[in-house]
Nanobody
Framework: QVQLEESGGGLVQPGGSLRLTCVASGRPFDSRAMAWFRQVPGQERDFVAAIAGRGSETVYADSLKGRFTISKGKDKDIVYLQMNNLKPEDTAVYYC?????????????????WGQGTQVTVSS
């Protein structure tokens, strides 16, 4: 069984930064793609970024390129999402997700495992 736990969310002013952390446990993750999605109540879960299970290939939502960065920790079971120059429209619950294969995807249905989410609120 795979468990994912997010942390690092909170309240931040516009223009500020946050780093989200996803800690994975239960099975080896060095061959699994990991991703971040976000969701606003009443809307679909949107793709944010993904990182391949092998190597360091990354994929981003076009609208977030340049502001958000996904990376792996030295521990292979940790994935980060660095968010800079945050805007009120970035307010959402952010979810960590994991696939069973190392190839990235921007489709939520491609990911079998999900964390509980962490709230990010951007407001002055």
């Amino acid at each position: 069984q795979v468990q994912l736990e997010e942390s690092g969310g909170g309240l931040v002013q516009p223009g500020g930064s946050l780093r989200l952390t996803c800690v994975a446990s239960g099975r080896p993750f060095d061959s699994r793609a990991m991703a971040w999605f976000r969701q606003v109540p009443g809307q679909e879960r949107d793709f944010v970024a993904a990182i391949a299970g092998r190597g360091s290939e990354t994929v981003y939502a076009d609208s977030l390129k340049g502001r958000f960065t996904i990376s792996k920790g030295k521990d292979k079971d940790i994935v980060y999402l660095q968010m800079n120059n945050l805007k009120p429209e970035d307010t959402a619950v952010y979810y960590c997700a994991c696939r069973s294969i190392p190839i990235t995807s921007n489709l939520a249905r491609s990911y079998a495992y999900w964390g509980q989410g962490t709230q990010v609120t951007v407001s002055s």
